[in-house]
């Protein structure tokens, strides 16, 4: 008698200490099992309207990581999460609208979430549209001025080159200002001669006012500076504008990004 009391208390103490046991060296997840249980989290989150899990949900799509990759989900989560005014998920969709390389393009959608982000600071969103709006084409309706002024908002070297360009090619007469040019022109090779696309450019607002002897002279010192750069895929379109200068013609130029 004594004994099988014994041996029931042994039972209940082995029981014991192998429940403790499982518990405090429980077999570990798998990693596919973890990516399953942060992707549903992430899924939940963002059906429930959380702004950061629709980013993060649209960018899975997109890439096809942790999911299937299905374009147009990726493209509805980021827009949820942009319109709740998410700046990242506004600046991925105005992108890749833009590039056209992952989702088609789409210069409208771009244009909308580039002018959301421009209102708040946002230098990027204002250099694109300067080039938007420089191009035009797919629904958007090419301005000059409006280019112009984007890209005065930006105000770096390579903006400004692109500001003394359009002042001084763009087809429509109203928008064209070759003094403006040649002033800002000049302030940029000043700052760096040895750089082609400025001689370019300057060369370009000379031949805009009708002074084709400093539009020559320029743009030889330019081609001079190409053959120095890693640009010499250049060489074709700088030599034909020295020819249209050297023939007393202006040059004119649409910016496309529809091809």
Known sequence: MRLNVWVAVLGLF???TISHNVQA???????QTVNASRLAYIQLRAT????????LLGLMYLSGRFVDPDLQQGRMWLLNAAEQGHLKAAKTIADLAFDGK???QDLSLAEHWYQQLAVEGDKWAEFRLGFIYAAGGKGIERNCGKAVDHFLSVGDEVSLGNVVWILSTCPEPEYRNGDRAIEIGKGLVEANEQDPTNLDNLAAAYAEIGDYTAAIHTQKRAIEALKHSSQLNRFDEFERRLQKYQQQQPYREVVSLTD
Do not use: K, L, N, R
Request: aromatic share 10%.
């Open 14 to 16: 082995m029981t014991a």
């Open 48 to 55: 429930e309207g959380e702004a950061e899990a629709q980013f």
């Open 102 to 104: 992952i989702i088609d």
């Open 25 to 31: 060296f429980s077999i570990p997840q798998t990693e």
